[in-house]
T-cell receptor, first 112, second 116 residues
Framework: LAKTTQPISMDSYEGQEVNITCSHN???????ITWYQQFPSQGPRFIIQ???TKVTNEVASLFIPADRKSSTLSLPRVSLSDTAVYYC?????????????FGSGTRLSIRP | EAGVVQSPRYKIIEKKQPVAFWCNPI?????LYWYLQNLGQGPELLIR????????DSQLPKDRFSAERLKGVDSTLKIQPAELGDSAVYLC??????????????FGPGTRLTVL
């Protein structure tokens, strides 16, 4: 059972880089790591996904060390609109020993 | 392209009454998920479908919850009878390809259930 652990909350300021780390010590070989963003009264929205090393897209980067027991979501130059809850998810599909567990997420607050 | 559609958006019922939620996934998405989300918590998976087959329902409370996806497209989640503790947001999501294999989930807006 790949449980994830994240900080409950983080604060930052506009224009700063924010890094949110997630621990997933029991990650299985075929598990992917996915990060979602959720605003109030909305469903979660996909941010980025990776398996190992580094992945970058237009909104974020995801760093995964060689042992894959943790991952770090990096948001460059955050703005007020990045205030949301961020979830780390480990999922290898129904054939995997892992179950889909979102955890409680990290509540990110961005200040002017 | 339309996203995941859920209805109703809000539902208020009295305890012991039945309730049903409907979800229409993104066209072509084989995998469909139902989640429950309590206030301040992350989504909790209830059931996952690959086409019409429920491939993971281990976290579905089967004494009162049921789900179906008869034609492998839209899905219905039912609670009968509802209890006070069932008050939550029920989220539906869909993804293309096999669940978890590099596949992003697209979520609907959810149905907020209040049991009085």
């Amino acid at each position: 059972l790949a449980k994830t652990t994240q900080p409950i909350s983080m604060d930052s300021y506009e224009g700063q880089e924010v890094n949110i780390t997630c621990s997933h010590n029991n990650i299985a070989t075929n598990d992917y790591i996915t990060w979602y963003q959720q605003f109030p009264s909305q469903g979660p929205r996909f941010i980025i996904q990776g398996y190992k090393t580094k992945v970058t897209n237009e909104v974020a980067s995801l760093f995964i060390p060689a042992d894959r027991k943790s991952s770090t979501l990096s948001l460059p130059r955050v703005s007020l609109s990045d205030t949301a809850v961020y979830y780390c998810l480990v999922d290898g599909g129904y054939s995997s020993a892992s179950k889909i567990i979102f955890g409680s997420g990290t509540r990110l607050s961005i200040r002017p | 392209e339309a996203g995941v559609v859920q209805s109703p958006r809000y539902k208020i019922i009295e305890k012991k009454q039945p309730v049903a939620f409907w979800c229409n996934p993104i066209s072509g998405h084989n995998t469909l998920y139902w989640y429950l989300q309590n206030l301040g918590q992350g989504p909790e998976l209830l059931i996952r479908y690959e086409n019409e087959e429920a491939v993971d329902d281990s976290q579905l409370p089967k004494d009162r919850f049921s789900a179906e996806r008869l034609k492998g497209v839209d899905s219905t989640l039912k609670i009968q009878p509802a209890e006070l503790g069932d008050s939550a947001v029920y989220l539906c999501a869909s993804s293309s390809g096999l669940a978890g294999v590099g596949s992003e989930q697209f979520f609907g807006p959810g149905t907020r259930l209040t049991v009085l």
